[in-house]
């Protein structure tokens, strides 16, 4: 018995932006969740205090942005169970009412709205504008439509908009080209004049190598920010005129991480508490945190991944939680006596005996999850994260469920500039990228084979977005790998410089050089320059759709493969963007990966259609 794609694409993928609203009832919760058999949307789902659970957008109402092309927040509960939200077709501001069809409240054009924000004691939502994928600015939209308001333009990229408890000071999170949000940003406060716009700003945190991921005020002289001068995301008490600051945890341990969609709450305030999630890549925790004392106290429970989500209203924490055994799910934790709740509608999962017991790994010096099949040694398939500015939780996944219950093993490297392990592990990849996420990926491999638990020659590789870059790159610049799968992957770094999107375009000045000075690098450690290395064959997928990485990346690197007779095949997907969302496309890229690794470790795979390779062999 093995577990099917299909029970991966029915499962896998979780609920993000939770709310917890207090009610005259009792405390509600509301996020949003994936409905890859629903053509991919994401449908906002509330739970009211009765237990009982009901979608709040109609079907076909999809809740998401295009903000920086990753999405930011996109919505937000009013009273009464009306929801603001942005729709996906065509990038509107919508208010929906209880039973009512969704209204616009913003004019068609071509804006991106994300990190929308109810700002206190005003009939209005706030929203991050981008026009033209470039401009951004803070924007308040009237409740009931109108031409949006300009609250603030200040930075090229800003999030995290907040209004001041007294209503008379705006804080912001922004950062100039070439940094990204994870290599340094400003927390900035305005005054608000009578009409409700901001004016002359004061940096209190932040720089050019301190990076600040999210602020709330405390009162309306002082708030607490998570932020890393020690090279650690701690949590940070910072009063308003940036004069007074204390780290209220001092630890050797992440309070934040990168931030690709704005929006995200590490923390939340808990009365004269804070509920805050915390910990590394191996074991992310939830607890509340006594400000005066330091002193967290655990609300984790057995969960060992909790995603940057929280919130906090009625006496609970709401948040999304997995374990190596459970899948993401929407919790509610009592702030009083730390019980549990589940709130979101059970997730049909395989027998336990076919879900992989996972192990914590440093194989010289570099972080992995090993996922081991029963039998010993076996084919190893390496999963590499996107990003790179990322990392891969210890929680189950069903993908890959998916290949050890088939006997392959599967072993996840949170190689250098994986984020949960501090500042520095996370540099480790600047101005490297193409040299130390292949050559930690390789480190891990061979480590596996060393232990007994791979089998030599039979080791592939494999990722998405970045994950897919370090696939090819391993390909073509080590000896280790038989093959690999790399989806909606980089394979020319200087091409896709030139062709991404703005919030991604001076990424690999950080990552590989500034350009032109640092162009021999480029060519250097480019997988398209250097097609004829190929180790193994390779499978790519890519979605047509794909604004992030163009299919083009995937195209010229199969021709260049072909043109040295390499072997490959590529598969695309109408309608689908940088990752899967659809069921079908999740499981026909599944069903080709696993034919993929039949066909280069010679075993049968009858339950999926055979794949196609060209090149010579």
Known sequence: MSISATDVARTDGGAQWVEAVETPDGAEVWWDEPRPQEDGRRCVVRRLPDGSRRDVLPPGWNARNRLIEYGGRSWRPLPGGALV?????????????????????????????????????????????????????????????????????????????????????????????????????????????????????RVIAGGEDESVVQAEWRDPDTLYAVTDPTGWW??????????????????????????????????????????????????????????????????????????????????????????PYTPLEVTA????????????????????????????????????????PRERPAPYVVFVHGGPTGAHPLMLDLEIAYFTSRGLGVAVVNYGGSTGYGRAY??????????????DCAEVARGLVEQGLADAGRIAIRGGSAGGWTTVAALVHSDVFAGGVACYAITDPAGWAAETHDFESRYLDGLIGPLPETEGRYRE????????????????????????????????????????????????FEGEQHGWRREETIVAALEAELAFYGKLFGFETPDVAAIELRGAK
């Open 234 to 323: 701690n949590l940070h008490e910072i009063g308003r005129d940036g004069l007074r600051r204390r780290n209220l945890t001092p630890l050797e341990l992440e309070f934040g991480n990168a931030v690709w969609k704005p929006g995200a709450t590490w923390f939340a305030l808990a009365g004269d508490r804070v509920a805050a999630v915390y910990g590394t890549a191996d074991d992310r925790r939830l607890g509340l945190l006594d400000p005066a004392t330091g002193e967290i106290r655990d609300l984790g429970g057995a969960a060992t991944h909790w995603t940057s989500s929280v919130s906090v209203a009625g006496g609970i924490a709401a948040g999304v939680a997995a374990s």
């Open 525 to 572: 450690r480019s997988p398209l320059l250097h097609a004829d290395r190929a180790s193994g064959p390779c499978l790519m997928l890519h979605g047509l759709e794909d604004k992030i990485v163009d299919v083009g990346q995937a195209e010229r690197f199969a021709a260049e493969l072909d043109k040295h007779g390499k072997e490959w095949a590529l598969l695309t």
């Open 333 to 372: 934790v009592s702030l009083a006596d730390g019980a549990h709740t589940v709130v979101s509608a059970p997730k049909p999962l395989p027998p336990r005996d076919l879900l992989p017991a996972p192990r914590v790994t440093v194989i010289e010096g570099v972080h992995a999850h090993v996922y081991p």
């Open 85 to 201: 939200f942005t729709h996906w077709a065509d990038q509107r501001l919508y208010l929906v009412n209880p039973g009512a069809d969704p209204v616009p409240l913003t004019p068609e054009g071509p804006c991106h709205y994300g990190d929308l924000y109810l700002p206190p004691g005003r009939e209005e939502v706030w929203a991050v504008r981008e026009t033209h994928g470039a401009a951004r600015d803070l924007v308040a939209v009237p409740l009931t439509g109108g031409e949006p308001r300009v609250v603030l333009k200040a930075h090229h990229f800003l999030m995290n908009p907040r209004l001041s408890p007294d209503g008379r000071h705006v804080s912001w999170i922004g950062w100039e080209h070439p940094r990204m949000p994870w290599d340094g940003t400003e927390l900035c406060v305005a005054g608000l004049d009578a009409e409700g716009v901001a004016g002359p700003y």
């Open 426 to 439: 996370r540099e480790r990849l600047r101005h490297q990228w193409g040299v130390v996420d292949v050559h």
